[in-house]
């Protein structure tokens, strides 16, 4: 159980333990995100009252419901991105040089490796609270915009969908996201991109995608980036 042993439960295990409802079809992206979450979700048909109409839905999965069991988590979700961003702020500020010394994809792989380097030293004595994250940076990069304009870390020690990548491909708001990706960007990442941050790589317009590090684990096979040939390793 995630984020419940040291008191700082972000809502992983609780929601772990339920089942998300909806009522549309989940997008590519919606669906790796709850295998991430690892909970289920289920699609509910409301039945209608009419009783004599029978014949037609019988292919339909039903589910009864008890309506007191349901709870809109929007807001929990909302307060985890926000927090993700806040933490990820924080750690790319300790951690990675401010953006102007970062023109170059190689200048951003190089500062993320040395930063990389230095929390392996930490381990021990000066490890962070939530030392169970995974450390991966993320990072923009775009030449219209004169190098690397957004970085962001990786907080999933207390959520697990808190990737670098949701921190950096959700902002606080859909029109700052609309502005995110310019068609010259290119999403760079120290590890490569898991299926959900791939997914909403592209959902978000991404063309390209430069990893240092190839994931080997299931969650970064067959991804949206992959499948569309956007994604490549980034020879340091
Ligand atoms: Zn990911």
Redesign the pocket.
């Given at each position: 159980m995630r984020g419940e042993s040291d008191g700082r439960n972000y809502g992983d295990a609780w929601m772990r333990r339920r089942v998300f409802t909806t009522a549309k079809a989940l997008t590519t992206f919606e669906r790796a995100l709850v295998k991430?979450c690892a909970t289920k979700a289920t699609t509910v048909r409301v039945d209608r009252d009419d009783d004599d109409d029978d014949d037609d839905d019988d292919d339909a999965v039903r589910s009864t419901i008890d309506v007191g069991e349901f709870e809109d988590v929007t807001d929990w979700a909302r307060r985890a991105v926000e927090r993700g961003a806040e933490e990820s702020r924080a750690r790319c500020r300790a951690a990675l040089p401010a953006l102007e010394a970062m023109p170059t994809e190689r200048s951003f792989f190089l500062a993320a490796s040395d930063a990389l380097e230095a929390s392996v030293d930490d381990e021990g004595e000066g490890r962070s609270r939530r030392g169970r994250d995974r450390k991966v940076f993320a990072a923009l990069h775009s030449p219209t915009r004169g190098g690397v304009y957004a970085v962001a870390a990786n907080t999933n020690g207390g959520n697990a969908?808190l990737?670098?990548?949701?921190n950096l491909l959700f902002p606080a708001d859909d029109a700052r996201a609309r502005r995110l990706i310019e068609p010259d960007t290119t999403l760079l990442v120290t590890l490569q991109?898991?299926?959900?941050?791939?997914a909403r790589a592209v959902e978000l317009g991404v063309r390209r995608a430069a990893y240092l590090r190839e994931d080997p684990g299931p969650?970064?096979s067959r991804t949206a980036l992959a499948a569309l040939a956007r994604e490549s390793r980034f020879d340091l």
């Open positions: 991430v969908v990737h670098a990548e949701m991109c898991c299926r959900m941050c791939a969650l970064a």
